[in-house]
Protein backbone atom coordinates (compact mmCIF):
# COMPACT_ATOMS: atom_id res chain seq x y z
CA UNK A 1 0.00 0.00 0.00
CA UNK A 2 1.19 3.41 -1.26
CA UNK A 3 0.18 6.55 1.15
CA UNK A 4 0.98 10.27 -0.32
CA UNK A 5 0.79 12.71 1.88
CA UNK A 6 1.81 16.40 2.23
CA UNK A 7 -0.53 18.43 0.06
CA UNK A 8 -1.87 21.21 1.50
CA UNK A 9 -2.73 24.99 0.14
CA UNK A 10 0.57 27.09 -1.30
CA UNK A 11 0.84 30.78 -2.62
CA UNK A 12 2.20 30.81 -6.33
CA UNK A 13 6.39 30.87 -5.23
CA UNK A 14 6.01 28.71 -2.33
CA UNK A 15 7.42 25.20 -1.93
CA UNK A 16 6.08 22.18 -0.80
CA UNK A 17 7.42 18.70 -0.10
CA UNK A 18 4.67 15.39 -0.43
CA UNK A 19 5.68 12.18 0.93
CA UNK A 20 4.67 8.69 -0.27
CA UNK A 21 4.84 5.90 2.17
CA UNK A 22 4.93 2.31 1.64
CA UNK A 23 3.36 -0.25 3.81
CA UNK A 24 2.88 -3.89 3.66
CA UNK A 25 5.74 -4.52 1.31
CA UNK A 26 8.65 -2.74 0.73
CA UNK A 27 9.06 -1.17 -3.09
CA UNK A 28 13.10 -1.18 -2.76
CA UNK A 29 13.59 -3.44 -6.10
CA UNK A 30 10.99 -1.03 -8.10
CA UNK A 31 11.27 2.35 -9.75
CA UNK A 32 8.60 4.75 -8.06
CA UNK A 33 7.01 8.08 -9.75
CA UNK A 34 4.47 11.19 -8.96
CA UNK A 35 1.43 12.00 -11.17
CA UNK A 36 -0.83 14.08 -11.28
CA UNK A 37 -4.44 15.13 -12.01
CA UNK A 38 -5.69 18.87 -12.39
CA UNK A 39 -9.63 18.93 -12.35
CA UNK A 40 -10.92 18.31 -15.40
CA UNK A 41 -7.62 16.87 -16.86
CA UNK A 42 -5.82 13.26 -17.57
CA UNK A 43 -3.76 12.34 -14.97
CA UNK A 44 -0.04 13.16 -15.80
CA UNK A 45 3.07 12.45 -15.57
CA UNK A 46 4.92 14.54 -12.78
CA UNK A 47 8.86 12.32 -12.31
CA UNK A 48 10.23 9.42 -11.71
CA UNK A 49 13.21 7.76 -9.90
CA UNK A 50 15.26 4.30 -10.28
CA UNK A 51 15.21 1.91 -7.00
CA UNK A 52 18.47 3.10 -5.78
CA UNK A 53 17.48 6.96 -6.85
CA UNK A 54 20.32 7.30 -8.91
CA UNK A 55 18.56 8.06 -12.15
CA UNK A 56 15.54 10.57 -12.31
CA UNK A 57 13.01 11.88 -15.07
CA UNK A 58 10.97 14.78 -15.10
CA UNK A 59 8.04 16.25 -17.07
CA UNK A 60 9.44 19.37 -18.99
CA UNK A 61 6.64 20.71 -16.96
CA UNK A 62 7.99 21.10 -14.08
CA UNK A 63 12.00 20.20 -14.75
CA UNK A 64 13.87 22.78 -12.74
CA UNK A 65 11.54 23.52 -10.08
CA UNK A 66 10.82 19.69 -8.92
CA UNK A 67 13.52 16.93 -7.06
CA UNK A 68 12.22 13.47 -6.19
CA UNK A 69 14.03 11.46 -4.48
CA UNK A 70 13.79 8.16 -2.10
CA UNK A 71 14.81 6.69 1.11
CA UNK A 72 14.56 3.03 0.97
CA UNK A 73 15.39 2.11 4.22
CA UNK A 74 12.15 4.58 5.55
CA UNK A 75 10.36 2.80 2.59
CA UNK A 76 9.33 6.25 1.69
CA UNK A 77 9.32 8.63 -1.77
CA UNK A 78 9.72 12.12 -1.50
CA UNK A 79 8.78 15.21 -3.92
CA UNK A 80 10.05 18.45 -3.79
CA UNK A 81 8.01 21.15 -5.57
CA UNK A 82 9.11 24.46 -5.55
CA UNK A 83 8.30 28.46 -7.40
CA UNK A 84 4.94 26.63 -7.21
CA UNK A 85 2.48 28.11 -9.67
CA UNK A 86 -1.51 27.70 -10.13
CA UNK A 87 -1.45 25.34 -12.97
CA UNK A 88 0.81 23.01 -10.64
CA UNK A 89 -2.87 22.43 -8.67
CA UNK A 90 -3.60 19.11 -8.94
CA UNK A 91 -4.40 15.84 -6.66
CA UNK A 92 -0.78 13.98 -6.71
CA UNK A 93 -0.58 10.23 -6.54
CA UNK A 94 2.81 7.95 -6.23
CA UNK A 95 3.22 4.66 -7.96
CA UNK A 96 5.71 1.95 -7.66
CA UNK A 97 6.80 0.81 -11.12
CA UNK A 98 6.82 -2.77 -12.77
CA UNK A 99 10.73 -2.75 -13.19
CA UNK A 100 13.23 -0.92 -11.54
CA UNK A 101 13.99 2.25 -13.67
CA UNK A 102 12.53 5.86 -13.86
CA UNK A 103 9.54 5.80 -16.17
CA UNK A 104 6.79 7.99 -17.53
CA UNK A 105 3.95 5.96 -18.80
CA UNK A 106 0.29 4.92 -16.53
CA UNK A 107 1.11 1.48 -18.19
CA UNK A 108 4.72 0.94 -16.33
CA UNK A 109 3.30 1.34 -12.69
CA UNK A 110 1.68 -1.66 -11.30
CA UNK A 111 1.08 -0.19 -7.35
CA UNK A 112 -0.63 3.06 -6.73
CA UNK A 113 -1.65 5.16 -3.85
CA UNK A 114 -4.29 7.52 -2.73
CA UNK A 115 -3.21 10.72 -3.94
CA UNK A 116 -2.87 14.13 -1.78
CA UNK A 117 -4.36 17.45 -2.70
CA UNK A 118 -2.09 20.08 -3.63
CA UNK A 119 -3.77 24.00 -4.41
CA UNK A 120 -1.43 27.07 -5.62
CA UNK A 121 -3.25 30.26 -5.28
CA UNK A 122 -2.22 32.81 -7.51
Known amino acids: QLQASGGGLVQAGGSLRLSCAAS????????MGWFRQAPGKEREFVASISWRGGSTLYADSVKGRVTISRDNSKNTLYVQMNSLKPEDTAVYYC?????????????????WGQGTLVTVSS
Open 24 to 31: GRTFGNNG
Open 95 to 111: AAARGAWPAAAMSQYAY
